[in-house]
């Protein structure tokens, strides 16, 4: 009988979703180390260390929230210094990239451009919809704006990640600007910017009132320290608001998520101000610190919540990973991502997480 449900559903499934292979997100790569009932420490995700508290009240909980909050839509607009209508409020970024995709590029027909490496779901989210993928690799971290140029007129979206994951490093505004100009007259460009809060004043807000074709992508999940929450917002003319709001679900935002949100965002600002300070810092001494370690062939300069570097050899890398693994610590490996041989990426925790990273990479915990 499974075997036959199995047969159905490969039959009346989309093609190309059966052999799929779904995003690895940090928690989908250790879901087993979870269930093995020792205590982990989570570098893996580019979250925040430490838990907010927050009261919550369960009035109204039996009626449908509004579409879009009005405290969660105003607080953002206070945070950012856009109108309402410039905001939609999503389930985290990742829904915002999927939306735009879904909106902008007919299945099977049109292309999204992305600059690998990159934050992984700008492709997953393509792929799920039928979109097609130009890939315009980075060149020493940066743009290549003379390669981008002779795609246009043929993508519809294209995708820059700054500061990047999992590089870390911001792209500069003037190749953004020059991105925006080149597909000014025939594609979106979208400037996601998950880790704005580390380097605040790089972002590319301003550009929204010069151009028609920019998107900016925010999340609560990385400088907020709410990644469980779930909430992200897209910013961009009215326009596009009003086409994205045709595709998102009606109620994408519950009460309890438009509350908490909305505390961690007026309330909760300094709180926010803070975490990022003491990461930067701990980030700064990291960097240090792997510049300093003979296995380590090279570290990435960091303008967001993680850093990555490279091993010398695909074995370091290995033997690396797998005694933070055997001493509970969980990091992302990077390396089968192009130009990321031997590559890892540490997600910047409290001092305290860091230290005991350091003590297990150094031997003195399980060797
Ligand atoms: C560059 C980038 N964009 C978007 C996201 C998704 O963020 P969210 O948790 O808001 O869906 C992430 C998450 O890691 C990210 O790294």
Redesign the pocket.
């Given at each position: 009988m499974p075997n036959l449900i199995t047969n159905l559903i490969t039959k009346l499934a989309r093609a190309e979703l059966v052999d799929m292979v779904p995003y690895q997100s940090a928690r989908r790569l250790f879901s087993s180390a979870e269930a093995s009932g020792e205590e982990k420490l989570w570098l893996n995700?580019?979250e925040a260390p430490g838990t907010g508290e927050y009261q919550i009240s369960s009035d109204n909980i039996n009626r449908y929230p509004d579409f879009q909050p009005d405290n969660l839509l105003n607080a953002y607009s206070n945070y950012c210094g856009l109108e309402r209508s410039q905001i939609l409020a999503?389930?985290?970024?990742?829904?915002?990239?999927e939306l735009i995709i879904r909106s902008f590029c007919r299945a099977y027909q049109d292309n999204i451009l992305i600059c690998p490496p990159?934050?992984g779901?700008y492709a997953i989210s393509a792929e799920n919809h039928g979109a097609g993928i130009v890939k315009v690799p980075l060149v020493n971290n940066q743009l290549n704006l003379t390669s981008l140029q002779s795609h246009i007129g043929k993508v519809k979206v294209v995708f820059l990640?700054s500061?990047?994951?999992p590089t870390g490093n911001l792209l500069p505004k003037e190749q953004i600007i020059q991105a925006i100009e080149l597909f000014k007259d025939n594609a979106i460009v979208v400037v996601?910017e998950?880790?704005i809060e580390f380097s605040p004043e790089q972002t590319s807000v301003s550009l929204l009132k010069a151009y028609d074709n920019v998107i900016v992508?925010?999340?609560?999940?990385?400088a907020f320290a709410l990644?469980g929450l779930?909430?992200?917002f897209t910013l961009a003319s009215s326009d596009i608001i009003t086409l994205l709001s045709k595709v998102i679900a009606p109620y994408p935002i519950s009460a309890p998520v438009a509350e908490i949100a909305s505390l961690a965002l007026s309330t909760d600002l300094d709180k926010m101000t803070k975490r990022v300070q003491d990461c930067n810092k701990i980030k700064a001494n990291l960097s240090t610190w792997l510049n300093e370690q003979d296995w380590c062939s090279e570290v990435f300069a960091s303008d967001a919540n993680f850093i990555l570097f490279r091993c010398i050899s695909q074995s370091e890398k290995t033997r690396i990973f797998d005694l933070l693994v055997k001493n509970n610590i969980l990091i992302r490996d990077q390396s089968k991502q192009m130009q990321l041989e031997n590559c890892l990426r540490i997600s910047i925790g409290n001092e305290q997480e860091i230290t005991q990273l350091k003590e297990a990479l150094l031997g003195n915990l399980r060797p």
């Open positions: 995700a580019n999503t389930r985290g970024a990742d829904e915002g990239i990159t934050y779901m990640c500061p990047g994951n996601d998950a880790y992508l925010r999340t609560l999940s990385k990644a779930r909430c992200g």
